[in-house]
């Protein structure tokens, strides 16, 4: 009864380093999101899937790139990582069709120094 | 664009007072409405939803009716308890089935006290 399951939970990154957040999910959902929340301005969306092999940019996507290889998977990238980055990283699915709620993992912490 | 305006927090109720957190949108036709929350160090859990003016949602002792007339979906308990501490996020659909994509409020942040 995994849900959505977030790696790593925590991060400590130096300014440049690259990383990558992986976002797996057990409930056959065909649409996935990245957002960051930081102190005051909710949750803000990075990029979303609606599907296998296809992606689009959010209301936030500079410096962030994403892949949905497998359906389950979904996976954020920070190439150049940047401490305007340093945030809480929240992957979400749902289901298609109308007003399906969406479902959470438990969420990336991430600090750059 | 859409948009959605929460009341800022923090919010400080004793237990077993009324609670009214406030929730205004602004939106191009007619997205579905949701209240979302979050407890400390989890993600976000879905808490209740209406998709239409005049629904009502309710989960758990919480309700929220969508209002057309006013753009609301206030969430309302009668009763709160120490253990419905936690962040409450209003939220619309964006662009509907499309997409699913869900445009956030900034949050609340409810601390009940014994």
């Known amino acids: 009864n995994a849900g959505v399951t977030q790696t790593p939970k925590f991060r400590v990154l130096k300014t440049g380093q690259s990383m990558t957040l992986l976002c797996a999910q057990d409930?056959?959902?065909?649409?996935m999101y990245w957002y960051r929340q930081d102190p005051g301005m909710g949750l803000r969306l990075i990029h979303y899937?609606?599907?296998?092999?296809?992606?689009a940019k959010g209301e936030v996507p500079d410096g962030y790139n994403v892949s949905r290889l497998k359906k389950q998977n979904f996976l954020l990238g920070l190439e150049s990582a940047a401490p305007s980055q340093t945030s809480v990283y929240f992957c979400?699915?749902?289901?298609?069709?109308?007003?399906?709620?969406?479902?959470f993992g438990d969420g990336t912490r991430l600090s750059i120094l | 664009g859409n948009s959605v305006t929460q009341m800022e927090g923090p919010v400080t109720l004793s237990e077993e007072a009324f609670l009214t957190i406030n929730c205004t949108y602004t939106a191009t036709g007619y997205p579905s409405l949701f209240w979302y929350v979050q407890y400390p160090g989890e993600g976000l859990q879905l808490l209740l939803k209406?998709?239409?003016?005049?629904d009502k949602g309710s989960n758990k002792g919480f309700e929220a009716t969508y209002r057309k007339e006013t753009t609301s979906f206030h969430l309302e308990k009668g009763s709160v308890q120490v253990s419905d501490s936690a962040v409450y996020f209003c939220a619309l659909s964006d662009q509907g089935g499309a997409t699913n994509k869900l445009i956030f409020g900034t949050g609340t942040l409810l601390a009940v006290q014994p």
């Open positions: 979400a699915s749902t289901r298609q069709g109308s007003n399906q709620p969406q479902h």
């Open positions: 209406a998709t239409k003016a005049d």
């Open positions: 899937s609606v599907g296998e092999g296809t992606t």
């Open positions: 409930m056959n959902h065909e649409y």
